[in-house]
């Protein structure tokens, strides 16, 4: 339970004003300092081989906070080898690939610039594609309940993996050329429901439902979504969810008042959680819903103002990235522990660290306030939030 109040801490906070930024166009101008090439493959996953299709790939040029400065435009050729010449190179400077291939968007790691041979290698792995759900799972759920005049605002967050060797896309027909890889339920009376990320063509209301056209990668690029909505409610309402796939871990996080239960067979906790804002909540789990199951939970009572909540609407914006540490433009690199890795990071958390991970993260965020009213010179802020992030990067 210890880790998963962080990790749903992390969440809430790692997202600011200045996590995501929008990628840079590339530079009209050509570069003044020192310049390298950035080279590479595109490689199949599944078979080994490089991919002899000439595919559209993308190199990113970032700083040491992982944020684009550029952005390269290139074909692979039909060996499957890539090559960006003159690129420039700085030693704070890092570079990763984007390459699409069977229509879906694939990201390589990332490397920093060698100054001594004024070249990086990179290899850009893609997968093939299935309909086969098995390998998917729901890692995190993260359900928020916030009361208002209008009813009960349900946020629910997603965190999904695929542990299987190829990439899940069109697994639902939708008609009309549109396909989805994954339904989530939503109430029937739902109303005023909304997506994060903010994207039109991505998310597709059905009847009880929602549908998202992305696919699910594979390997370690965990996907997440948001979905939030409005239902009617006067003091208990039951909250009932039918699992698309097998679900790790559910969080229901409720506000830390007195007159709020909330109730279910199988829920753990209640754990009281304070955010960096003063705003407590109440966080109770069910672990291990397997895809078709149903979980039903009693929510009764309601807030001595209705209207406190309001000011955590902003929480909307977590369905913008996890760990708003390593966005790379509209790209996110997630870092992914397997079970054993979690196992011995318990160990680790219940001895004493300096910083911890939260503090760091709170710390970040108060960086991007002061930041924000104009307390910091934009030179300091970088240079502080750049340390700040690293620091918290090597405790992940």
Known sequence: MKRTLLYVLIILFAVSPYAIRPALAQAETPPTGPVGEVHGKVMNSNTGKVITDSLEVMLHVMGMDLVDKDMVHGQSKPDGTFLFSDVPFDAN???????????????????????????????????????????????????????????LETKELYII????????????????????????????????????????????KLSGAFADTYPILTGNQPSQVMTSYLVPYSGERVYTYTAPVNMA?????????????????????????????????????????????????????????????????????IGLGILGLAIMGNAVWWWRRSASAEDEEDEVNDQPQEPRLDELIAEIAGLDETYEQQGLSIEEYQNQRQALMQRAKQLL
């Open 93 to 151: 400077m890092q570079f990763a690939v984007m390459a699409t291939f069977n229509g879906v968007t694939y990201f390589s790691d990332t490397m920093p610039a060698d100054m001594t041979s004024m070249q990086v290698s990179i290899d850009v792995p893609v997968y093939e594609t299935t309909t086969d759900l098995t390998s998917v799972q729901i890692d995190q759920m993260h359900v928020l309940f916030e009361f208002s005049t209008d009813g």
């Open 161 to 204: 993996s695929n542990t299987g060797e190829r990439t899940v896309k069109d697994v639902y027909d939708l008609g009309n050329a549109k396909f989805a890889a994954l339904e989530f339920p939503l109430p029937k009376d739902a109303d005023y429901i909304f997506f994060k990320p903010d994207d039109q063509d991505r998310f597709v």
């Open 249 to 317: 871990r559910i969080n229901f996080l409720l506000p830390n008042q007195a007159d709020i239960s909330l109730q279910g067979s199988g829920l753990t906790g209640p754990e009281s959680m304070t955010l960096q804002d003063g705003v407590s909540y109440q966080v109770c789990s069910y672990s291990e819903l397997k895809g078709g199951e149903t979980l039903s939970v009693t929510i009764a009572g309601t807030t001595t103002d209705p209207q406190s909540n309001k000011k955590n609407n902003s929480l909307i914006a």
